[in-house]
């Protein structure tokens, strides 16, 4: 069966830095796109990065750019988000999701992904 596993979401205080992980297991995760997706309760769930099976990555979110950096390490099945200077406009749940891609390109529509782990709260205090 195939299972994502998001963990590293915790509370920090702003300015501070998390990083989220995302096991992957049940599937061929080289052959997989990846992407970070958060969601505030009430809201569209929206995406933060992904990245394609060859490591080239893309910013889906404006408001993100240059604080934080989506990773893969294929050889671990594992997907990091490194989240540096966090604010409060970052609280959100992170899900990660995978979707079959053999291409040098991810998917920044979440509707593209097949399959998505149970999130991992993030809570930023001002």
């Known amino acids: 069966q195939v299972q994502l596993v998001e963990s590293g979401g915790g509370t920090v205080q702003a300015g501070e830095s998390l990083r989220l992980s995302c096991t992957v297991s049940?599937?061929?995760?080289?052959?997989?796109?990846m992407g970070w997706f958060r969601q505030v309760p009430g809201k569209e769930r929206e995406g933060v990065s992904c990245?394609?099976?060859?490591?080239?990555?893309?910013t889906l979110l404006d408001s993100v750019e240059g604080r934080f950096t989506i990773t893969r390490d294929n050889a671990k099945n594992t997907l990091y988000l490194q989240m540096n200077n966090l604010g409060p406009e970052d609280t959100a749940m992170y899900y990660c999701?995978?979707?079959?891609?053999?291409?040098?390109?991810?998917?920044?529509?979440?509707?593209?992904?097949?399959?998505w782990g149970q999130g991992t709260q993030v809570t930023v205090s001002s």
């Open positions: 999701a995978a979707a079959p891609n053999l291409g040098s390109w991810c998917y920044s529509s979440q509707f593209e992904y097949d399959y």
């Open positions: 049940g599937l061929n995760f080289e052959n997989y796109a």
């Open positions: 990245i394609a099976r060859n490591g080239h990555s893309t």
